[in-house]
């Protein structure tokens, strides 16, 4: 179900060049409240014109690292690196980085222009200028009209876009978003997440956002870090954590999949065999897995690549290929939701685009499927 | 409607209770007769000799100017506390402060009356100050347990305000006096001006913290009025009492109606906004 990532490749990526600084690096950076550590010794490296999301569940440490980063919280262990300038002892008021806050904390008493214009009048930058800046970020952000509201005054998906505008008019390398779409409905929010996109391309900031909504990061973002308990589980693009998660953790939480129990039987440097009792079948994978033969291991399929078919498809060797029974179709529209008991007693989630109309649906419930995929579907996961 | 019945007497039942008494004070204040309990005739003379009586408008002068300097001492002493305790965190001695804070709230007058006059007659004898006591001790006094009022107010109040509110401020290039004189507050202004009245209330009101420590020359209007009881209350303590209770409920009547406008407004502006955001049917 999770949608691939639509970013076009306009710019290289840095994180591959090492000629390449990072713009902010984090080092061993632990976050302890008493006796809670919510960041566990985590180091990670962002650079210039990223659009890097921090993505976890509630209590993962994903916000308090960000707010590390902003200045609001010091590090219990460890070191902040933004633009090579060690970030110990600075007070948020002097650092190159602006925040949204998830709950776009605009000042009540003050009007939507006078919001945008507080960080320039900080600064002390000339009341001529601060106008046309003003001016110019509302405009960019479509609310010219409704300069001289309050914040009360404008509706969810407004009050956005003022903070947005807010954070960014003062013109900062290196922007800090706290769940920038949480609090608008699920239309407003998909049309936002292209439209932050476009304005990160078009400014060249640097964005980190911190979201829970794995959708979002993977339509957004050109890097993920995966957060739990307060350690990065795995860092990679939206395609890399998708279809190479490292760990179970990871591929449980971005997308659905199906996970196999199985013992490697055969660790060749061109193919794995992995017996696998749950899905009743051998699963061939067409590329060497470092792991003892023997050993135990997950696979994990995820449900878009599982074929569904009525007859064995020809050429079927019976490797990567189960038998069972559907037990449930949740109708989706756009694609179909099989739940498949196998013969092994183990349930299946499979999902299938409806490229037919539903009145000719050619498999149905309590139907007998044979579930087939290819060998490259297969991810083996060693944690 | 045999309950409806029960809940509409105890309704009235409560009213009276609370509001006969006034009532009555109110129809004497307008008595001919010397006598406060026998009805001798409708008379403003009580008022015209109010406006004669040098001892009680002198008195009700200083109360006014007490509760004033109190209230505005007690709101810069109990803003900085109500902040400490909701801003500062956890730092050594917020129990104990906290619990200091808010002692004198159940502290008896008696109590803060005796102490305090102990104290500022040990003041005086080291050092030579407060020379007397007077103006100057009454507000003190005050002073000390209405912030405590005021603290626990504002603190409230800043306890439910979005803390995200200043350090977005900070964010931006704020540093902290700024941010609390430009964020934080005009929204804790509310606050404030309640916290103002209520001091104002608490030291006009007072008689027993008032007695311990006044001087000669400086009786407060609630010590005359209690003094004077003893020899017969005279019916212009009830035309002074009228006139004070006229001038607070239109206060409260004009803050109301400012309050309901104010919402109003502000519901219309949510409509508003609201509105605008639904896209309009295509005709």
């Given at each position: 179900?999770?949608?691939?990532?639509?970013?076009?490749?306009?710019?290289?990526?840095?994180?591959?060049?090492?000629?390449?600084?990072?713009?902010?690096?984090?080092e061993?950076?632990?976050?302890?409240?008493?006796?809670?550590?919510?960041?566990?010794?985590?180091?990670?490296?962002?650079?210039?014109?990223?659009?890097?999301?921090?993505?976890?569940?509630?209590?993962?440490?994903?916000?308090?690292?960000?707010?590390?980063?902003?200045g609001?919280?010091?590090?219990?262990?460890?070191?902040?690196?933004?633009?090579?300038?060690?970030m110990?002892?600075?007070?948020?008021?002097?650092?190159?980085?602006?925040?949204?806050?998830?709950?776009?904390?605009?000042?009540?008493h003050?009007?939507?222009?006078?919001?945008?214009?507080?960080?320039?009048?900080?600064?002390?930058?000339?009341k001529?200028?601060?106008?046309?800046?003003v001016?110019e970020?509302?405009?960019?952000v479509?609310?010219?009209?409704?300069?001289?509201?309050?914040?009360?005054?404008l509706?969810?998906?407004?009050?956005?876009?003022v903070?947005?505008?807010?954070?960014?008019?003062?013109?900062p390398?290196?922007?800090?978003?706290?769940?920038?779409?949480?609090?608008?409905?699920?239309?407003?929010?998909?049309?936002?997440?292209f439209?932050?996109?476009?304005?990160?391309?078009?400014?060249?900031?640097?964005?980190?956002?911190?979201?829970?909504?794995?959708?979002?990061?993977m339509?957004?973002?050109?890097?993920?870090?995966?957060?739990?308990?307060?350690?990065?589980?795995?860092?990679?693009?939206?395609t890399?954590?998708?279809?190479?998660?490292?760990?179970?953790?990871?591929?449980?939480?971005?997308?659905s999949?199906?996970m196999?129990?199985?013992?490697?039987?055969e660790?060749?440097?061109?193919?794995?065999?992995i017996?696998?009792?749950?899905?009743?079948c051998?699963?061939?994978?067409?590329?060497g897995?470092?792991?003892?033969?023997?050993?135990?291991?997950?696979?994990?399929?995820?449900?878009?690549?599982i074929?569904?078919?009525k007859?064995?498809?020809?050429?079927?060797?019976?490797?990567?290929?189960?038998?069972?029974?559907?037990?449930?179709?949740?109708?989706?529209?756009?694609?179909?939701?099989?739940?498949?008991?196998?013969?092994?007693?183990k349930?299946?989630?499979?999902?299938?685009?409806?490229?037919?109309?539903?009145?000719?649906?050619?498999?149905?419930?309590?139907?007998?499927?044979?579930?087939?995929?290819?060998?490259?579907?297969?991810?083996?996961?060693?944690? | 409607?045999?309950?409806?019945?029960?809940?509409?007497w105890?309704?009235?039942?409560?009213?009276?209770?609370?509001?006969v008494?006034?009532?009555?004070l109110?129809?004497?204040?307008?008595?001919e007769?010397?006598?406060?309990t026998?009805w001798?005739?409708?008379?403003?003379?009580?008022?015209?000799?109010?406006?004669?009586?040098?001892?009680?408008?002198?008195?009700?002068?200083?109360?006014?100017?007490?509760?004033?300097?109190?209230?505005?001492?007690?709101?810069?002493?109990?803003?900085?506390?109500?902040?400490?305790?909701?801003?500062?965190?956890?730092?050594?001695?917020?129990?104990?402060?906290?619990?200091?804070?808010?002692?004198?709230?159940?502290?008896?007058?008696?109590?803060?009356?005796?102490?305090?006059?102990?104290?500022?007659?040990?003041?005086?004898?080291?050092?030579?100050?407060?020379?007397?006591?007077?103006?100057?001790?009454?507000?003190?006094?005050?002073?000390?347990?209405?912030?405590?009022?005021?603290?626990?107010?504002?603190?409230?109040?800043?306890?439910?305000?979005?803390?995200?509110?200043?350090?977005?401020?900070?964010?931006?290039?704020a540093?902290?006096?700024?941010?609390?004189?430009?964020?934080?507050?005009?929204l804790?202004?509310?606050?404030?001006?309640?916290?103002?009245?209520?001091?104002?209330?608490?030291?006009?009101?007072?008689?027993?913290?008032?007695?311990?420590v006044?001087?000669?020359?400086?009786?407060?209007?609630?010590?005359?009025?209690f003094?004077?009881?003893?020899?017969?209350?005279?019916?212009?303590?009830?035309?002074?009492?009228?006139?004070m209770?006229?001038?607070?409920?239109?206060?409260?009547?004009?803050?109301?109606?400012?309050m309901a406008?104010?919402?109003?407004?502000?519901?219309?502006?949510?409509?508003?906004?609201?509105?605008?955001t639904?896209?309009?049917?295509?005709?």
């Amino acid at each position: 179900m999770a949608v691939q990532p639509i970013r076009k490749p306009t710019r290289l990526e840095p994180w591959q060049d090492p000629a390449q600084t990072p713009y902010v690096r984090i080092e061993k950076v632990t976050k302890a409240f008493g006796d809670f550590v919510a960041v566990d010794d985590v180091s990670l490296s962002i650079y210039r014109g990223e659009f890097f999301a921090l993505l976890g569940g509630s209590g993962s440490g994903k916000t308090t690292l960000l707010r590390m980063l902003a200045g609001f919280e010091t590090p219990t262990e460890g070191k902040i690196y933004i633009d090579g300038v060690d970030m110990a002892g600075i007070p948020p008021y002097e650092r190159p980085v602006n925040m949204m806050f998830q709950s776009y904390a605009l000042f009540p008493h003050m009007s939507v222009e006078q919001n945008v214009a507080f960080g320039l009048r900080q600064d002390g930058v000339p009341k001529g200028e601060i106008r046309e800046r003003v001016a110019e970020m509302l405009d960019l952000v479509q609310l010219g009209r409704f300069a001289k509201r309050k914040p009360h005054q404008l509706s969810g998906g407004q009050r956005q876009r003022v903070a947005l505008a807010r954070s960014l008019v003062k013109r900062p390398k290196l922007l800090l978003l706290d769940e920038p779409l949480g609090a608008l409905d699920k239309r407003l929010r998909e049309q936002t997440q292209f439209e932050l996109v476009n304005l990160q391309e078009k400014l060249g900031v640097t964005f980190i956002v911190v979201t829970h909504d794995q959708e979002e990061a993977m339509t957004m973002s050109s890097r993920i870090a995966v957060m739990n308990h307060g350690v990065i589980a795995q860092v990679g693009t939206p395609t890399e954590i998708y279809e190479y998660p490292q760990s179970r953790f990871v591929a449980e939480f971005i997308g659905s999949v199906n996970m196999f129990e199985g013992r490697v039987v055969e660790d060749e440097a061109d193919h794995v065999l992995i017996r696998s009792e749950e899905a009743g079948c051998n699963l061939y994978i067409d590329h060497g897995v470092s792991g003892p033969e023997g050993a135990t291991v997950a696979v994990a399929v995820r449900p878009e690549k599982i074929a569904l078919s009525k007859e064995p498809p020809p050429g079927a060797d019976g490797r990567n290929m189960a038998r069972g029974i559907v037990r449930e179709i949740a109708y989706l529209g756009d694609v179909s939701i099989y739940l498949v008991e196998l013969n092994t007693g183990k349930t299946v989630r499979v999902t299938a685009p409806n490229l037919t109309r539903r009145t000719e649906m050619p498999i149905t419930w309590d139907d007998s499927v044979y579930l087939t995929w290819q060998p490259f579907a297969n991810v083996v996961l060693t944690q | 409607m045999k309950r409806l019945g029960f809940l509409a007497w105890a309704l009235w039942f409560g009213y009276a209770f609370l509001y006969v008494p006034i009532a009555l004070l109110v129809v004497y204040s307008f008595n001919e007769s010397r006598l406060v309990t026998v009805w001798g005739g409708f008379s403003t003379k009580w008022y015209a000799e109010l406006f004669n009586n040098d001892q009680l408008l002198s008195a009700a002068g200083l109360s006014l100017q007490v509760a004033a300097m109190t209230a505005t001492a007690s709101v810069v002493l109990g803003t900085i506390a109500g902040l400490a305790l909701a801003r500062f965190g956890r730092f050594r001695g917020r129990t104990l402060f906290g619990g200091m804070i808010t002692a004198p709230l159940v502290m008896p007058e008696v109590i803060t009356g005796l102490s305090l006059l102990l104290l500022f007659v040990a003041l005086e004898q080291l050092t030579g100050w407060p020379d007397g006591r007077g103006i100057t001790t009454i507000t003190i006094a005050h002073t000390t347990f209405t912030m405590a009022y005021v603290a626990v107010i504002v603190q409230s109040r800043l306890v439910s305000m979005d803390e995200s509110l200043e350090e977005a401020a900070m964010d931006l290039g704020a540093r902290p006096a700024k941010v609390f004189f430009v964020i934080t507050l005009p929204l804790i202004a509310p606050a404030i001006v309640s916290g103002w009245l209520l001091a104002f209330t608490l030291s006009l009101d007072d008689v027993v913290v008032a007695s311990f420590v006044s001087g000669p020359g400086s009786t407060t209007l609630p010590m005359v009025i209690f003094s004077s009881v003893k020899f017969g209350i005279s019916p212009q303590i009830n035309a002074l009492a009228t006139l004070m209770m006229l001038v607070v409920s239109t206060g409260i009547f004009i803050a109301s109606l400012v309050m309901a406008r104010q919402h109003r407004q502000k519901q219309r502006d949510e409509q508003m906004a609201v509105q605008e955001t639904v896209p309009r049917p295509l005709r």
